[in-house]
C-alpha cells in the first residue's frame, strides 16, 4: 500500500493562528484544483512519513524545514486513491515565505482557525468501493475545502476542543 503524508501547517498572524492549504494546480495527477495540506507520497529515499512531509513542503511552497517545528504525528486516513495518508501537526515560525512550485501549487490559503470552530461542516454520504463514506465540506469566502483535509480538519478541531473542556 503507497503512503503520504501531509502537514496540517499552522501559523501565527497577528496573534491569531491561521492553516497554511494549498490550491493544486490542474498539472498534478491526483486531487487537480482541490484545496489541501502541502504533502505527498512517500519517496524511497525518505527515511520516514515525518520527512516526507517536511520535504513535500519545502518542493511544493518554498518553506524550509528550519522554519517548521513538527508538533507530532495525529490520525492516518485512507484516501480514495487507496494511499494510507499520515497527517503530521506543524507550527511554522515567524518570519517564513513562500515560493510556490507552479506545477504543483497554484495558490495559497490562509484560513483561520476561528472559522473551523464557528463553521459546521456541510456533510454527504457518498458510496465508494460498496461502502457508504461520509464526506465533509466547509465553503471559505467561495472555496471549498472537502474530502481528506476536510476530514482531518474537523477532527483536529474536535481533539482541540475536548483537550481544552
Not at 86 to 111: D, Q, Y
Request: glycine fraction near 6%.
Amino acid at each position: 500500500m503507497a503512503e503520504a503524508a501531509v502537514l496540517m501547517t499552522i501559523f501565527q498572524r497577528d496573534g491569531e493562528p491561521y492553516f497554511l492549504l494549498t490550491q493544486r494546480t490542474q498539472e498534478v495527477a491526483t486531487h487537480k484544483g482541490q484545496i489541501s495540506f502541502p504533502g505527498g507520497l512517500r519517496e524511497d529515499t525518505d527515511s520516514s512519513l515525518r520527512e516526507t512531509a517536511l520535504r513535500e513542503m519545502e518542493e511544493e511552497v518554498g518553506i524550509p524545514v528550519d522554519f517548521v517545528e513538527v508538533l507530532g504525528r495525529f490520525n492516518q486516513y485512507m484516501a480514495v486513491t487507496n494511499y494510507r495518508v499520515t497527517p503530521f501537526v506543524a507550527f511554522l515560525r515567524e518570519g517564513f515565505s513562500v515560493s510556490l512550485n507552479p506545477r504543483e501549487v497554484k495558490r495559497i490559503l490562509e484560513v483561520p482557525l476561528r472559522f473551523f470552530y464557528q463553521a459546521k461542516p456541510t456533510e454527504e454520504i457518498h458510496h465508494r468501493f460498496g461502502r457508504a463514506v461520509t464526506l465533509y465540506f466547509y465553503n471559505y469566502e467561495g472555496d471549498v475545502i472537502w474530502g481528506l483535509t476536510a476530514a482531518m480538519i474537523k477532527d483536529l478541531i474536535e481533539f482541540l476542543e475536548e483537550d481544552l473542556c
